[in-house]
């Protein structure tokens, strides 16, 4: 046990997350963290033969429904914890030790805190409620909040129609960043992502048009400089005082997709302006409980510009474990059943390797990219620790699958590339090609 934490480790936590990607390394995060301090946890994920599922710090695991209504959510809980009751030896009918419930994604966290009512007191979680969250959580709601606290935001624009989504494209200033406002009610296998970089008008267009199937307004946002070092975020841990003891700064080193994916390698590193306006918003927002907060700096203003805000732990979450293995889920944990959460120590230099988005990182880098180095430790001190997401030593077994997942993964993505490919040459190309481009001037607009 930790010197500086004292769990109650008769509270049992589940872990829930609806979509259906099973390589989140976040969830399996989450399981290494509070088991590893003792703290019993269960899962509902997308399947039970998940990567995550074969974790040994996982008690069990239930699959979860996909597509499901908020009601269904509470109704599947209530019967997981009649479960989890039984199974520990206590009565099913409702046993008075309750259960902490941790959301990993955005659609149950909006679920959860839109039942909250019906879950408690069997239930622990934030004081959070949907209209809290949903000013975060939805891209169109965040610009507004941005706009309104004079918070550094990319000019983004919200088209109504096709020939509309065209003209603001242009106007901000090809390529441009493409963002659908509530990302996690797109179909399962639909082929859209919740954020994409377009790079011609009938790319727009063609994005536009798929709006009735994605289920919310598509966005269209300036897309700022990348650049190494440009790119930060924030992982923190509002308690229910409205303190945040336990939060961070990290710096994205690298990306999958590169520019505009998720973290692939992050280092633990001070920046004092993005930690800052982090702990500003919160209050500013009276937010509580787990999020994390993408920034990327603009090089010619020398301005932060808030990207998106996770309200529940973000993947790379386990990148800011201190020295005693306090992280934001641990410290959830002690704030809702009323432990101490003790002071965050850095550890800055600490690095975060997700070896499946690294390695594809790496293979499509630049040969002028510069190699990530392992930063020293300070005044002479030892070199920071390397955490991986799914490599342990101590827990071995989810790794092994994972890989056994991937190279599965990434054959079927080569099939299917190279069937479109051939039917692409079969049918040649289409009768219009080429996009006409807007009258007037040919240079890209200068952004305002």
């Known amino acids: 046990m930790p010197r500086r934490q004292s769990f109650d480790t008769s509270v049992p936590t589940v872990l829930v997350r609806l979509d259906r990607n099973p390589f989140h390394h976040g969830t399996l995060g989450a399981a290494r963290s509070l088991g590893r301090a003792g703290i019993p946890v269960h899962a509902v994920i997308e399947s039970g033969t998940s990567p995550v599922a ?6 069990s695991a239930r699959e979860s429904p996909g597509a499901v209504s908020t009601a269904e959510l509470v109704a599947l809980l209530h019967r997981y914890a009649d479960e989890i009751g039984a199974a520990a030896g206590g009565s099913s009918d ?18 959860l805190a839109r039942r909250r009512a019906d879950l408690s007191p069997r239930f622990l979680l934030p004081a959070q409620t949907e209209e809290q969250l949903l000013r975060v959580a939805d891209k169109a709601a965040l610009a507004e909040t941005c706009a309104s606290l004079g918070l550094p935001h990319p000019r983004t624009e919200l088209p109504t129609g096709t020939d509309e989504a065209a003209a603001m494209a242009w106007s901000i200033g090809l390529p441009v960043v493409a963002k659908w406002s509530r990302p996690w009610l797109l179909p399962a296998g639909g082929g859209l992502r919740s954020t994409s970089i377009v790079r011609s008008l009938a790319e727009v267009r063609e994005l536009y048009a798929r709006t009735p199937e994605a289920g919310s307004p ?10 190494r070092d440009l790119d ?26 590169d520019g505009a ?48 805000f996770n309200p529940r732990p973000g993947a790379q979450f386990r990148l800011f474990a ?40 790496y293979l499509t880098a630049s040969r002028r990219d510069p190699v990530d180095e392992p930063a020293s430790g300070e005044d002479g001190e030892k070199r920071p620790p ?41 049918a040649g190309p289409p ?12 240079r890209q607009l200068t952004p305002r």
């Open 386 to 426: 390397t955490e991986y997401a799914w490599c342990a030593a101590d827990d071995p077994a989810p790794a092994l699958a994972m890989g056994l997942a991937w190279c599965g993964h990434l054959l079927r993505r080569a099939v299917s590339s190279a069937r479109r490919y051939l039917t692409t040459r079969r």
């Open 261 to 308: 994916g998720l973290t692939a390698v992050g280092r633990w590193a001070a920046n004092p302006a993005v930690d800052r306006t982090a702990r500003d918003l919160f209050r500013a927002l009276g937010y509580r409980g787990v999020c994390d907060l993408d920034f990327r700096l603009n090089p010619s203003t020398g301005a932060y510009h808030l990207l998106d």
């Open 431 to 442: 009768p219009s090609a080429r996009t006409p481009r807007p009258r007037g001037s040919s």
């Open 94 to 111: 409702r046993p008075s030790t309750p259960l902490l419930v941790l959301p990993l994604d955005d659609v149950s966290a909006l679920g």
């Open 218 to 227: 598509l966005l269209l946002q300036e897309l700022l400089p990348a650049g």
């Open 322 to 361: 201190d020295p005693d293995g306090l992280d934001v889920v641990r410290a959830l944990h002690l704030d809702l059943t009323g432990c101490r959460v003790p002071a965050h120590a850095p550890v800055h230099g600490r690095r975060f390797v997700v070896e499946n988005y690294a390695a594809l990182s």
């Open 54 to 59: 074969r974790s040994r710090y996982l008690r």
């Open 232 to 257: 930060w975020f924030f992982h923190g841990y509002v308690a229910a005082d409205g303190g945040c003891t336990t939060g961070a700064t990290g710096r994205k080193e690298r990306s999958w997709p």
